[in-house]
């Protein structure tokens, strides 16, 4: 057992993104599954969400590009984009900037993860009604 | 008769096994202390991997033009070494950073102008490996490491100079004056433009500081005989630095801020490490950092950086204001580790082994409200304690760059 053969990390992110897709609800026009994308919703919005680079190095500054996908009468004006270690009790040590993009898409620059672990997205939309907080679970190695 | 000898020759035979068996788990035991077992784990192949491999390239700076510039490493490394840098002709970069000391000083904090200053209130950090850090200073007050150098050059209690005296010293002297126009192409700039000579001078030491990268240590052997799948040498780690190493990456958590091959994630953290420097005073670590790091002029957003995107300075640029950056401090390389005591960034631990005891016992009402919730005191035993000591004495380099050997003279290019 001198050499042991490491997980491929983005393939096993890439399952549990499957999984997860197809436990999402169906009711949401866009926000689709595929290669890459991260995906989170409320029972009002959805949300998908693709990392650059796709795996988020520890120490390095990455960004995102967002699409949320609000169920039919739900408008979101907004988004704003956090993350932080949950267990540890601290976020990220930058500030992402959030630009719009277009319509319902987003994009965030500045993130860096700088431990490693399991890190939380916290997106919120802002809707006329209030804020629909969507979180995302990602393990940075 | 018969079943009594019976039974004394079946005790007899039964103490003969146990005894055999006895021979069998010495003889295995010692085997064991001579030969460390080699069957790590892929959860623990996967850890040690991760600190490597080294040595690490030092990438180009984008924003110092002189980076990886031959010439401009040989103004800097004269620099780095001249006392006439500080106007009172008594101190160089290396009267605080000595060679002999892994280039730091020894001290719990820095006595950078002479004994005629007052204490600094930090602790002098060395400067190997400084090239692969992107904030520089206990606080990160520094997004380069030419301006980093900047500070020291003009800090009243160290060298003290000014940028007319640096500009004044590269023109007066005739090679610090060749390799300074070789670097960059031109003559020192005059009196009115004394600022570009600092910076170029600031940018010549940083462009040096970046090849000073130490060695691999018997660590890195050890991870380089994973690597391969050398058994007979991964065999010849110590087997208390492999112990200490299990703890390291395992109850220590240790791996989480000391990461990747420098050890350090480059970041900072609170650990319950007293800041107060003087009864009144405080040092606000990281909080200040960030403030200082904002309002540099010399910061990589500003009009002296080399790199005309700006995109090295996306972290200055995205850098969170936040309360709990109060009481952080710069997670230090573990690399050369031994060689730099004392710890912290007062140097208020004088050995590893009070290192090791501060996590050990960690008081954790001493953590700042939003410290490290990580942190809990790791309650180690005298043994732990120790191989914990010789895993980090194991990331000593066994070789080092000869900081002193002097660049050969300056012929000035294009002169014929």
């Not at chain 2, 005629?116 to 490491?145: E, M």
């Not at chain 2, 030419?146 to 800090?155: A, K, V």
């Not at chain 2, 600031?202 to 500081?209: I, M, P, T």
């Not at chain 2, 970041?267 to 490490?273: A, R, V």
Request: some cysteine.
């Amino acid at each position: 057992m001198m050499r042991a053969k490491l997980p491929a990390p983005g393939a096993l992110r890439g399952l549990a993104l499957a999984a997860l897709a197809a436990a999402s609800p169906a009711a949401y026009a866009a926000c689709d599954a595929g290669p890459g994308v991260l995906r989170g919703s409320t029972p009002r919005v959805a949300l998908a969400f693709r990392t650059t680079p796709p795996v988020i190095k520890v120490g390095e500054l990455f960004s995102l590009q967002a699409e949320v996908c609000p169920q039919d009468g739900v408008s979101v004006t907004g988004l704003k984009v956090d993350a932080g270690m949950p267990a540890h009790k601290h976020g990220m040590n930058y500030q992402p900037r959030v630009s719009h993009t277009g319509p319902g898409t987003y994009t965030a620059t500045g993130l860096m993860f700088h431990m490693p672990g399991q890190w939380q997205f916290t997106f919120d939309a802002e809707t006329p009604a209030g804020r629909e907080r969507i979180r995302v679970d990602y393990t940075a190695e | 008769m018969l079943r009594a000898a019976g039974l004394n020759a079946a005790a007899l035979l039964a103490r003969g096994l146990v005894f055999l068996a006895r021979g069998l788990v010495f003889l295995a035991a010692g085997a064991a202390a001579q030969t460390p077992p080699v069957d790590y784990s892929p959860g623990e192949i996967r850890s040690i991997q991760s600190h490597g491999p080294w040595p690490q390239p030092v990438l180009r700076d984008p924003s110092n033009r002189a980076s990886g510039n031959a010439d401009a490493i040989a103004l800097g490394q004269a620099l780095f070494f001249d006392t006439r840098l500080s106007p009172r002709g008594d101190l160089s970069c290396a009267g605080c950073h000595l060679p002999e000391r892994a280039l730091t000083d020894g001290r719990d904090r820095a006595q950078g102008g002479g004994a005629s200053k007052p204490r600094l209130d930090r602790n002098t950090q060395g400067l190997w490996n400084a090239g692969l850090g992107r904030w520089f200073g206990w606080d990160g007050g520094s997004d380069s490491l030419w301006s980093f150098s900047i500070r020291p050059i003009l800090h009243p209690d160290e060298l003290g100079a000014s940028a007319a005296h640096v500009a004044r010293l590269l023109r007066s002297d005739a090679a610090l004056a060749c390799r300074y126009a070789n670097a960059y192409g031109r003559a020192v700039p005059p009196e009115a433009a004394a600022e570009t000579a600092l910076v170029d001078a600031a940018k010549a030491l940083a462009a040096y500081l970046e090849t000073l990268v130490s060695g691999k240590s018997a660590f890195d052997e050890l991870r380089d005989a994973l690597a391969r799948g050398d058994a007979a040498a991964a065999a010849r780690y110590p087997a208390d630095a492999r112990r200490g190493l299990a703890l390291f990456a395992g109850k220590g958590q240790c791996g989480l801020c000391h990461f990747g091959p420098n050890f350090s994630n480059g970041e900072f953290h609170n650990i319950g490490m007293p800041h107060l420097v003087e009864p009144g005073r405080v040092d606000p670590g990281r909080h200040g950092g960030i403030r200082r790091v904002r309002a540099d002029k010399y910061n990589l957003l500003g009009e002296f950086s080399d790199d005309a995107t700006r995109a090295s300075g996306s972290r200055t640029l995205h850098l969170a204001e936040n309360h709990a950056s109060y009481g952080q401090f710069k997670v230090p390389s573990l690399r050369n580790v031994e060689l730099t005591a004392p710890y912290m960034h007062d140097g208020r631990l004088a050995s590893l082994r009070d290192v090791v005891r501060h996590y050990s016992e960690l008081n954790e009402d001493r953590l700042h409200q939003d410290g490290e919730a990580l942190l809990k005191p790791l309650r180690l035993s005298e043994q732990e304690s120790e191989d914990l000591v010789a895993f980090l004495r194991t990331l000593t380099s066994r070789s080092f760059p000869d900081v002193n050997a002097a660049p050969g003279p300056c012929k000035r290019r294009g002169q014929g």
